[in-house]
């Protein structure tokens, strides 16, 4: 389900959070270029994210990580995806990292190899002395940070998960629906199946699912083109599913979520009802 994007000024504030030091302090160099005036704060772990969200409900928010590896952390920022603009910038997408933007809001993402171009032409022009906010380079980041977007969808994962067991198994599912929506065969998902438990090859493959070479190739082809995928092992063996084992976020329930956005409320409170006594 999507509604028509919200488009808001530029913003003041910029959050950035990721899982790999160089790449978010790389953007965080960058917006600071473009945005000289703006605030950018880096945060590394998923309470201060929240926290930071909820201090400031106007900032962008700019995500430096692989989808597929954050189940847990999209699940968490499931209402402050909705109302802050996010922005993705991850180094690969594969089939289930696509299907995590969607599902949470059609959330727009970028490249690394954009963002290498974007750093090329920062360094162009502190050579060349350009002024302050310039930027040659156009992308979809220099977009986002000039003209923030609210997303234009809703959340397709119900806030019900109180364990990382069910949520994952629901994540599943969804991969599963979104694999039956085009169309794969059972031959195919048992290819798939076979893939996982380590049948690799070809003649290991031939042998598992006790089909002929041709049939093996020609399926085998079909599959990748239907799931948009290059013929790469590492793209099937991390793009086709999700796993607990690769998460880089700790699982936080709704209910401990909550409770970091009350907290944080209650303390702004206090202060403001502070100032009011002392200015009385």
């Known amino acids: 389900m999507t509604e028509p994007s919200l488009k808001m000024p530029a913003s003041r504030n910029v959050i950035l959070y990721g899982d790999c ?3 978010v302090s790389a953007v965080q160099s ?20 929240i926290e930071q969200l909820t201090v400031e409900p106007r900032a962008a928010l700019i995500l430096c990580l692989r989808p597929r590896e954050h189940v ?13 603009p996010a922005l993705v910038i991850s180094d690969e997408i594969f089939f289930n990292d696509r299907l995590m933007l969607r599902v949470w809001g059609d959330l ?11 750093i090329t032409s920062q360094q162009l022009c ?30 397709e994962v119900p806030q019900i998960f109180h364990l990382e067991a069910p949520l994952m198994d629901y994540m599943s599912l969804l991969i599963y629906r979104e694999m039956l929506d085009r169309k794969i065969t059972p031959f195919r998902m048992r290819m798939l199946q076979a893939i996982w438990s380590g049948f690799q090859t070809r003649d290991e493959l031939i042998t598992e699912l006790d089909a002929p070479k041709s049939k093996i190739w020609n399926e085998k082809h079909r599959l990748l083109m239907q799931l948009e995928m ?43 009802e502070k100032n009011c006594i002392t200015t009385l």
Request: hydrophobic residues 40%; proline residues 8%; negative net charge.
């Open 108 to 118: 727009p993402c970028m490249m690394h190899d954009e963002l290498s171009m974007m």
């Open 21 to 23: 030091w160089p790449v």
């Open 126 to 155: 502190e050579f060349l002395t350009v002024p302050s906010g310039y930027c040659p380079e156009k992308s979809l980041l220099a977009d986002f940070l000039q003209s923030p977007t609210l997303p234009v969808g809703f959340s």
């Open 30 to 49: 960058l917006t600071t270029t473009m945005l000289p005036d703006s605030e950018c704060r880096a945060i590394f772990d998923l309470p201060s994210l």
């Open 72 to 84: 847990f952390l999209f699940y968490a920022l499931r209402q402050e995806l909705f109302d802050h």
């Open 230 to 272: 290059p013929a790469r092992l590492r793209d099937i063996l991390y793009g086709t599913r999700f796993c607990s084992l690769l998460q880089r976020t700790k699982f936080i329930s709704p209910a401990e979520v909550e409770n970091i956005r009350s907290e944080v409320r209650e303390r702004r409170i206090a202060r403001v």
